[in-house]
């Protein structure tokens, strides 16, 4: 791994050209928004945050210049978000209908 | 092992007498310094979390009131489980021990941030301060879970304590980041992972606990203090929340929590039975690895709390499988000490005592861990005394003994003076016995039906009960000593030699105690952790 | 030029590692804030799949003009915090103070900018838990969407209050000439705080003003 005093010096123009692309992204997200995606709506709104997020995490925040270590933290740090949420869903999904806060059921019927 | 990072033998300054003003220790900077801070203060919180136990093993001498009246009972029992999960277990091994000895091991001259170890030293007394002072002026009922809805509800003031324990958790965060970043960077040369002490993996799988865990714990206590006093109500039925939600947050922190407590002693416990069966550690890499295994699946596990609180029966499932794997873990890691045992030449000392204490301890512990994660075994002891008994022996039987075997195995190194032995290994019996007289009656207690955090039992419980009050007084007695023989051994005990135990571990290659620098020349490691390899290079002084 | 030695701390082999070891520290510390945020969007995920229509309809209720500004807002004080950076470690001390000001004026309008929509729906008695009184949408999952709203917004703005201040501490120093091509590791690590504080609007903007 290079040393990491020797700072890849990122140039101007690759910062810009990721701004434009944020921008758009920002601009397609709030578009897809009048389009009735019913429910591919959340899907797709999540998978434009991604990409922007990554947008910022690899070129803003250098993480693809920099050692394996940092990348391995925020990785496991979002794995981990995941983790929890996944269950936590996964359990307002499964209930019992009745034992939901609304009595509604979550998951439909087979 | 290394050539040169010998420290002359002759006595002289070291990091106890370097400068003794009050300022130079409250504004201090060397890890070891900083270690025997937490080390007092962590002290300090057992004996007040003590305290609190002995008063309601008292109250629970006979059904009904005995000593006190049941709001004061309730409160007792939430000071106890907020001071002794929050004050001593989560910072005790790896903020005391992790703080003087990780960079001693690792060859290195401090942690990597040196002025935030100093932080967390008082991050830990400001919560705990503010916790404490919420604790006297109206104390929580809650038990230390505070659970939805009585936390929104309680008359009683929680915030102050949640407040206390929300800084309490930023020094748990900081001493994280501090030693991932010290291990990571500070190595000294030659030192690969594969060659680094069992208790530095320990310590770096905790610490990945520590820093992964915390926030959402911070996040969780956050909530709660909305909830209660500004009514937000998230978790409220009545407003659409969900009682259960809470939960998820709660233990999704606090199952690992119990990990950041028991990791640490089971690093402790590679070491000292390394040098005491004087053996390289059986299966190295599996213990290792199984340090990170424990510290990642013990995240999946969070569930196996929420059994019969509403959860999803899928969900239920999932966590008692997941529950069952963690196991694994620590059974392999009890099979290679065991391992290590054999054939090894046993010298049997204080510290190995407590170790002897600690492996009975953990299986029997882990052992009823496994059963009480079987969901349908559950529904019944879910919230007896069965679940008390259990995560005591881990907590109380396998991380305590540790500790112990942790203060009496580096003693000589943090304070170059001897205790005398056949106390400690009077007082060692008497944890032993004690303990078990203390919580093997609550295992029955809790598969008859009594529930945990009553007031009030009916009077065909009182046997266990007295019988459990018994052996916590022995188990109070077997302290006491100990602090006497170590407080005398402070004051006039004899000098303790370089290496007393005849240690092969590389904090043992320093001067007893080191000196502020810990080593005059940069080490360079040439040799494994373990490795009893020629009698003549141990230093004997 | 300025002395890299001045720099290294003595229990550090080289700058090098040093500035390996802060930058980790940095990522671990912004692990925490992921971990932070995240108990959050879980109690939000958790109850859009209980409340979905009553999610979808106060969504709407929210200024999604204003919130759209705001991620543009964020989005390019990230361009000019990542252009800071760049002149610093290029020599070009003043335009480096120019960028790091700038973002700190974008941070500040952020802020007023989710003032104006806090006073908002302040007014319209759209507020957490017990003080709702939005009459137009009396559902239990409306009360809870505001609540989440509050809590992940309000907790982000905690955020960005904060970088304003490191920012700004940071900007000074620059201007102070503390850092140069050698070194100019804090600088680096105000930046990485900024953009973890971009982020997280990135999710927050979809999941609150575009259901």
């Known amino acids: 791994m290079a040393s990491a005093t020797e700072t890849h010096v990122s140039s101007p123009l690759r910062l810009l050209l990721v701004w434009v692309a944020l921008c758009a992204l920002t601009v397609l997200t709030f578009g897809l928004h009048h389009v009735a995606l019913g429910g591919y709506a959340l899907p797709a709104a999540l998978v434009i945050a991604v990409v922007k997020s990554a947008l910022v995490a690899l070129v803003f925040m250098e993480l693809w210049e920099h050692r394996g270590a940092n990348r391995l933290v925020f990785a496991v740090s979002v794995l981990f978000v995941l983790l929890l949420m996944s269950l936590a869903i996964a359990d307002v999904l499964t209930r019992f209908p009745l034992a939901t806060p609304t009595g509604i059921p979550t998951f439909p019927a087979p | ?541 | 030029m300025p002395d890299t030695h001045v720099h290294r701390a003595h229990h550090f082999q080289d700058l090098g590692k040093q500035v390996h070891a802060e930058r980790l520290g940095m990522w671990l510390f912004l692990g925490t804030e992921v971990l932070l945020f995240a108990g959050l969007f879980v109690g939000y995920s958790f109850y859009r799949t209980l409340y979905p229509h009553a999610f979808a309809e106060a969504s709407h209720h929210l200024d999604t003009p204003f919130g759209t500004l705001e991620t543009f807002d964020l989005i390019t004080s990230s361009l000019a915090m990542a252009l800071g950076i760049h002149f610093t470690r290029t020599g070009r001390r003043r335009l480096s103070v120019a960028a790091v000001a700038l973002t700190i004026l974008m941070g500040l309008a952020f802020l007023g900018m989710h003032s104006v929509e806090y006073r908002h729906e302040y007014l319209e008695g759209m507020l957490p838990g017990q003080y709702y009184h939005f009459a137009e949408l009396p559902l239990a999952g409306a009360s809870l969407f505001f609540t989440m709203y509050f809590l992940m917004t309000g907790l982000h703005s905690l955020h960005v209050i904060a970088g304003v201040g490191v920012l700004t501490y940071l900007c000074v120093r620059t201007y102070r000439g503390a850092y140069s091509p050698a070194y100019q590791t804090p600088l680096e690590l105000g930046g990485l705080y900024w953009h973890l504080v971009d982020m997280i609007w990135i999710f927050l903007y979809p999941l609150l003003y575009l259901i």
């Not at chain 2, 000294?188 to 002490?197: C, I, S, V």
């Not at chain 2, 500004?230 to 990990?259: C, E, K, N, T």
């Not at chain 2, 018994?470 to 006039?492: E, P, Q, V």
Request: proline residues 5%; glycine residues 10%.
């Open chain 2, 1 to 541: 092992m290394s050539q040169s990072a010998v420290v002359s033998r002759r006595a002289g300054k070291n990091y106890l007498n370097v400068e003794t003003s009050v300022k130079s220790w409250l504004l201090t900077r060397d890890h070891k310094r900083i270690g025997l801070m937490f080390l007092v203060l962590n002290v300090g919180a057992l004996f007040v979390g003590g305290v609190f136990a002995l008063l309601l093993r008292f109250e629970h001498l006979s059904p009904g009131p005995t000593i006190m009246d049941a709001i004061t009972y309730n409160r007792l029992f939430t000071l106890h489980g907020v001071v002794m999960v929050w004050l001593f277990m989560i910072p005790a091994i790896p903020s005391a021990f992790g703080n003087f000895l990780v960079p001693l091991m690792i060859g290195a001259e401090d942690v990597a941030f040196p002025r935030l170890n100093l932080a967390s030293v008082y991050l830990y007394v400001a919560g705990a301060l503010i916790a404490l002072w919420g604790m006297f002026h109206g104390g929580a009922d809650t038990g230390w879970t505070f659970y939805t809805p009585y936390s929104s509800m309680t008359p009683t003031k929680v915030v102050p304590i949640l407040i206390g324990v929300f800084i309490i958790g930023f020094s748990t965060i900081v001493t994280g980041i501090n030693f991932i970043v010290t291990i990571h960077t500070l190595r000294a040369k030659g030192l690969t992972w594969m060659r680094m002490p069992l208790f530095v993996w320990a310590i770096y799988g905790t610490s990945i606990i520590q820093v992964l865990a915390t926030p959402v714990l911070g996040l969780v206590l956050l909530l709660i203090a909305l909830e209660h006093s500004l009514g937000l109500g998230i978790f409220d039925a009545a407003r659409g929340g969900d009682p259960v939600l809470f939960q998820h947050l709660f233990w999704f922190y606090s199952h690992p929590a119990v990990y950041i407590m028991v990791l640490p002693a089971m690093g402790v416990v590679s070491e000292v039975i390394a040098c005491f069966a004087r053996k390289n550690p059986f299966g190295y890499k599996a213990i290792a690895y199984s340090s990170l295994g424990i510290a990642f699946v013990g995240f999946f596990t969070w569930g196996h709390h929420m059994f019969v609180s509403g959860q999803s029966t899928f969900d239920a499932g999932a966590f008692a499988v997941l529950s069952m794997l963690v196991g694994v873990f620590t059974a392999i890691k009890v099979f290679n000490w065991v391992a290590t045992l054999y054939k090894g030449s046993i010298q049997f000392r204080t510290p190995f005592a407590y170790i002897c204490g600690f492996l009975y301890f953990i299986v029997f512990g882990g052992m009823t861990g496994v059963a009480v994660a079987t969901v349908s075994l559950d529904v019944h002891w879910h919230d007896t005394y069965f679940v008390v008994a259990h995560f005591h022996f881990i907590m109380v039987g396998a991380t305590l003994m540790a500790f112990l075997a942790a203060l009496h195995y580096w003693f000589p190194k943090m304070f170059g003076k001897m205790y005398n032995e056949g106390w400690g290994l009077v007082s060692a019996v008497l944890i032993i016995l004690g303990f078990n007289a203390t919580f093997i009656p609550q295992f029955w207690l809790g598969n008859f039906g009594m529930p945990r955090r009553y007031y009030n039992y009916p009077e065909r419980f009182q046997w266990l009960h007295v019988a459990s009050t018994a052996g916590s007084t022995l188990l109070f007695f077997g302290f006491m000593i100990i602090l006497i023989y170590l407080f005398i051994a402070l004051r006039f005990g004899r000098r303790a030699e370089w290496n007393p135990w005849g240690s092969r571990g590389f904090e043992w290659r320093t001067a007893t105690p080191p000196p502020t620098h810990n080593f005059d020349q940069a080490p360079v490691f040439t040799h494994g952790p373990h490795e009893y390899h020629e009698p003549h290079e141990v230093d004997l002084a």
